[in-house]
Nanobody, 121 residues
Framework: QVQLVESGGGLVQAGGSLRLSCAASGSIFSINAMRWYRQAPGKQRELVAGITSGGSTNYADSVKGRFTISRDNAKNTVYLQMNSLKPEDTAVYYC???????????????WGQGTQVTVSS
C-alpha cells in the first residue's frame, strides 16, 4: 500500500505564510514527480506546482514568485512554502505523486486526502 499524508494547512491572514508537507509511505520502489493541486468550492482542481525527481520545478502563473515547491527524497516528502498569501489562495490543497511500487510495475498516480488552507482578508 502507498499513502500520501498532507499536513500544515490552517487559517492565516492575508500576507502571511504557511508551509505544507506531504509524506509518502508504504510500498515504494521510487517516486518520480510530486505535485501540489488545489481546489476551491465551485472551481476545478488546478495544478499549483510540480517537481521532478531531479529537482526541476514548475508553477501556476497565479502562484509564481510566491510559492516554492521542494522535496526531500530521503524522506519521500514534498513541501510547499506559501508566502504572501491572498484570499484567492483559499482552497483544499492535495498532494499528488507518481509512485513506482516495484521494479516490475510502471508508476501509478496517488493522491493525499487534502488539507484546508484558508486565507482571511
Amino acid at each position: 500500500q502507498v499513502q500520501l499524508v498532507e499536513s500544515g494547512g490552517g487559517l492565516v491572514q492575508a500576507g502571511g505564510s504557511l508551509r505544507l508537507s506531504c509524506a509518502a509511505s508504504g510500498s515504494i520502489f521510487s517516486i518520480n514527480a510530486m505535485r501540489w493541486y488545489r481546489q476551491a468550492p465551485g472551481k476545478q482542481r488546478e495544478l499549483v506546482a510540480g517537481i521532478t525527481s531531479g529537482g526541476s520545478t514548475n508553477y501556476a502563473d497565479s502562484v509564481k514568485g510566491r510559492f516554492t515547491i521542494s522535496r526531500d527524497n530521503a524522506k519521500n516528502t514534498v513541501y510547499l512554502q506559501m508566502n504572501s498569501l491572498k484570499p484567492e489562495d483559499t482552497a483544499v490543497y492535495y498532494c499528488n505523486a507518481d509512485v513506482r511500487r516495484s521494479y516490475y510495475y510502471l508508476d501509478n498516480d496517488y493522491w493525499g486526502q487534502g488539507t484546508q488552507v484558508t486565507v482571511s482578508s
